[in-house]
């Protein structure tokens, strides 16, 4: 190391010092994404002290930073799994099996607003919103269209959904079970990630504790029943969505995760019952170098603590399994077809973080729902570099990058920083209540914020490289039916009318004592779904033995 | 800035406020004197606040498609309540088509994504 010292030295005093003595470079300071100073030239000096086998081991060994599994994407490729679902079941069904026939090994599904915050269609409280950001459900009815002709025991299906998501895990189990596949061999994941919702994205219906209780019994009930299903899909997206470095970002996702678990294990569960089936989601955002090394830190840190903190004894409950998104909020509307562009990065960044699934944002999505188009160069993108680019043949290839390995060291140490305040202040539920995170990820989407506004982190086509007359591409916008909203009033009106309605009071009844003897939900719902009761007859259920939350708003 | 009170506000279901929010502070820091609703607001319930405040200067924020069916309800409401002169700035997820619409419809302006702060907290000075 001296002699590398010595000669470190003596290049900064000879040929790099005549050159800065000629030309200076660009910026003072060169950073990150997330504002962590960068260096002219990494070295192995910058990984002094750290040993090899500890730090990074092989694939699929503990603490696992060059990836979960022991081959790879030489064994398995990742799953593309594409966001899609829109207007009526019906709409949906047309883009499910066109995605599927197009190579998507995996379906993800979008939900509108209304079956996320657990209303029907027919509530005045929806008016303007079915069908708009996703696929409008009230019933059973509904979920049968969505995977007509989809086989679920061939294809794994993710939903974003949370505080709804007992409901849909049972509607998909119902679904499965009229198709005759057994619960046992389903496949797929519920977000149900609730606390990220009271911070960012907004989803959220009851109280903490209780939406805490609901998500859990998806955890119990699959535990024993839903082998293969993910229970949880801890979502760090969100809060990089809300303005979070990605520091910020890994450190509220373990933080979340740690909740949980400690939740669980206070309900008596055995940690590694349960968190094998946990799963992660982070963002893909702009900074390649950083983005791949905060994959590499949170698998490592995540490791660590399961084995220390939880003390858990199976390597799966180690393993943080990710599955990654491209920020939306780095797609930008001005000559938007760049954004395919952008796309692509978040791809490769996923593929050199060793992720387990992939979204790819389509370039129209700053606009509206994407079109057919659209959802196709975005798909290809994925499979251009699965099958073109050489990406899949070694684990880790960014790994031993002096670089790469510095940064996964930094923001490691900094992330461990955070979750000590965190756990300082007595967790993240209060850290939430108390405001922290939320000032936390406004102090940063302010600062990300001047920083456009004033050119200096420069956004093509937005602050700099920007054209006068764009040539109108909103011509190919895809836009919503109006009429979505009329069926769906219409469909559901048709099938209050010619259920069994008194067996949905029954099992609605029934909830109602399952809630109030504080049991697990899931096998009642899974009753409630099958007699035809509505998202929100079930939730209004709910609602009035809960009540709703009411977030405290900060700016 | 004195004497010019603001609302942000975020009616119907979408739960997505960092441009809400960011707007806000940037007023904030800008001196004017302004309030955010937080997400998930009753059109009614932002009308009162606009009258018990003596708002003067109301924004909403969308980006979850439904703006086209919310401001007719905002108009109407504000209308009856004899708000109608009460300056609306819309800002979000718009489509260029729609904009003439809205202005239409009695928006005072609608700021697409991208907008630098300063435009807006300018625009709010000459009101």
């Given at each position: 190391m ?16 005549k050159v800065?003595a000629?030309?200076p470079?660009q ?5 990150t ?5 960068v260096?002219r030239i ?9 040993d ?12 696992y930073?060059?990836?979960v ?6 064994g398995q490729k990742?799953?593309?799994r594409?966001?899609?679902g ?5 709409d949906?069904n ?11 090994a ?6 509108d ?10 509530d005045?409280?929806?008016e ?6 996703g696929?409008?459900?009230d019933?059973l009815e509904?979920m ?6 989809i ?8 939903m974003t ?5 007992p ?8 679904v499965a079970e009229k198709?005759?596949v057994p619960?046992?061999q389903?496949?797929g994941?519920?977000?149900?990630d ?9 989803t959220?219906?009851?109280p ?13 009930y ?10 949880m899909n801890?979502?760090?997206?969100h809060?990089?969505e ?5 520091i910020?970002?890994?450190a ?8 949980y678990?400690?939740?669980?294990l ?5 940690v590694?019952d ?12 702009m900074d ?6 905060k994959?590499?830190?949170?698998r ?6 399961m ?14 399994r990710i ?11 001005q000559?938007?077809i ?8 978040h791809?490769l ?7 387990q699934?992939?979204h ?12 057919e188009?659209?959802?196709?160069v975005?798909?290809?993108t994925?499979q251009?570099?699965a099958?073109?680019c050489g990406?899949c ?10 670089y ?6 930094e923001?490691?140490?900094q992330?461990?920083?955070?979750l000590e ?9 209060n850290a939430?209540?108390n405001?922290?995170?939320?000032r936390?990820?406004q102090?940063?989407s ?5 920083k456009?506004?004033s050119?200096e982190?420069?956004i093509?086509?937005?602050n700099?490289?920007?054209m006068?007359?764009e ?9 919503i039916?109006?009429?979505v909203e009329?069926?769906q ?21 029934k909830?109602?004592?399952?809630i109030d003897?504080?049991d697990?939900?899931?096998?009642c ?7 035809y ?5 079930i939730?209004?259920v709910m ?11 900060h700016? | 800035?004195?004497?010019?009170r603001?609302l ?5 279901l ?5 441009g809400?929010?960011?707007v ?7 001196g004017?004197d ?7 607001q009753?059109i ?21 498609g439904?703006h086209?069916?919310?401001l007719?309800k905002v108009?109407?409401?504000l209308k009856?309540a004899g ?7 819309v800002?979000?997820i ?9 202005l239409e419809?009695?928006v005072?302006k ?12 300018g ?5």
């Amino acid at each position: 190391m001296q002699k590398l010292k010595d000669q470190k030295r003596r290049w900064e005093q000879t040929t790099l010092g005549k050159v800065l003595a000629r030309s200076p470079e660009q910026e003072e300071q060169f950073v990150t994404e997330s504002g962590i100073p960068v260096k002219r030239i990494y070295t192995p000096l910058d990984l002094e002290g750290r040993d090899y086998g500890e730090d990074l081991s092989f694939p699929g060994e503990f603490p696992y930073t060059r990836g979960v599994y022991p081959t790879m994407y030489r064994g398995q490729k990742w799953t593309m799994r594409n966001y899609a679902g829109f207007g009526t079941a019906e709409d949906t069904n047309k883009r499910y099996r066109y995605l599927l026939d197009q190579g998507m090994a995996g379906l993800s599904m979008a939900f509108d607003l209304p079956t996320q915050l657990g209303y029907d269609s027919d509530d005045p409280v929806c008016e303007g919103s079915i069908g708009r950001v996703g696929v409008a459900i009230d019933s059973l009815e509904d979920m049968e269209i969505i995977f007509k002709g989809i086989p679920l025991n061939k294809v794994s299906t993710s939903m974003t959904i949370n505080a709804t998501a007992p409901v849909l895990l049972a509607l998909y189990i119902a679904v499965a079970e009229k198709q005759g596949v057994p619960q046992e061999q389903l496949m797929g994941t519920t977000q149900n990630d609730i606390l990220k919702e009271f911070i960012a994205r907004g989803t959220y219906i009851f109280p903490p504790d209780a939406s805490i209780k609901l998500a859990l019994d998806i955890v119990e009930y699959c535990a024993a029943h839903v082998p293969r299903w993910n229970t949880m899909n801890i979502a760090g997206y969100h809060f990089r969505e809300a303005g979070a470095t990605a520091i910020q970002e890994l450190a509220f996702t373990v933080a979340d995760a740690i909740t949980y678990i400690e939740k669980a294990l206070e309900r008596g569960l055995d940690v590694d019952d349960f968190a094998p089936r946990l799963s992660y989601s982070l963002g893909c955002y702009m900074d390649l170098f950083e983005e791949v090394a905060k994959y590499r830190a949170a698998r490592r840190l995540f490791a660590t603590i399961m084995k220390n903190r939880f003390k858990a004894k199976n390597p799966k409950s180690y393993l943080f399994r990710i599955f990654s998104g491209s920020c939306g909020s780095t797609l930008v509307t001005q000559q938007p077809i760049n954004n395919i562009v952008r796309v692509t990065m978040h791809a490769l960044m996923g593929i050199l973080g060793g992720h387990q699934a992939i979204h790819t944002a389509c370039w129209d999505e700053g606009y509206a729902i994407p079109s057919e188009d659209s959802a196709r160069v975005a798909l290809r993108t994925q499979q251009i570099l699965a099958h073109e680019c050489g990406l899949c043949n070694t684990s880790d290839p960014l790994g031993g990058s002096y670089y790469v390995e510095a940064l996964t060291n930094e923001i490691e140490e900094q992330t461990m920083g955070y979750l000590e305040k965190i756990d300082e202040m007595g967790g993240m539920i209060n850290a939430i209540e108390n405001g922290y995170v939320y000032r936390e990820l406004q102090k940063s989407s302010v600062e990300f914020q001047r920083k456009v506004d004033s050119g200096e982190r420069v956004i093509v086509g937005l602050n700099r490289f920007t054209m006068e007359e764009e040539a109108a591409v909103e011509q190919d916008i895809f836009e919503i039916d109006e009429e979505v909203e009329t069926i769906q009033k219409r469909k559901l009106t048709e099938l209050k009318k010619n259920r069994n309605n008194g067996e949905v009071s029954d099992t609605l009844q029934k909830l109602a004592e399952v809630i109030d003897r504080g049991d697990n939900v899931m096998p009642c719902l899974i009753e409630a779904v099958k007699s035809y009761a509505t998202i929100g007859e079930i939730c209004n259920v709910m609602r009035a033995k809960w009540g709703e939350y009411k977030s405290p708003t900060h700016i | 800035m004195k004497n010019r009170r603001v609302l942000i506000a975020k009616i119907g279901l979408d739960g997505h406020d960092r441009g809400a929010k960011v707007v806000a502070r940037a007023l904030l820091d800008a001196g004017v004197d302004v309030e955010y609703t937080g997400i998930r607001q009753k059109i009614e319930d932002i009308v009162a606040i606009t009258i018990q405040k003596d708002v003067h200067i109301l924004g909403l924020s969308f980006l979850s498609g439904d703006h086209m069916t919310m401001l007719p309800k905002v108009m109407k409401q504000l209308k009856d309540a004899g708000k109608e002169t009460l300056p609306i700035i819309v800002g979000g997820i718009i489509l260029k088509h729609q904009i003439p619409h809205l202005l239409e419809m009695g928006v005072k302006k609608v700021f697409l994504p991208g907008t630098p702060l300063q435009e807006i907290v300018g625009f709010i000075e000459t009101i």
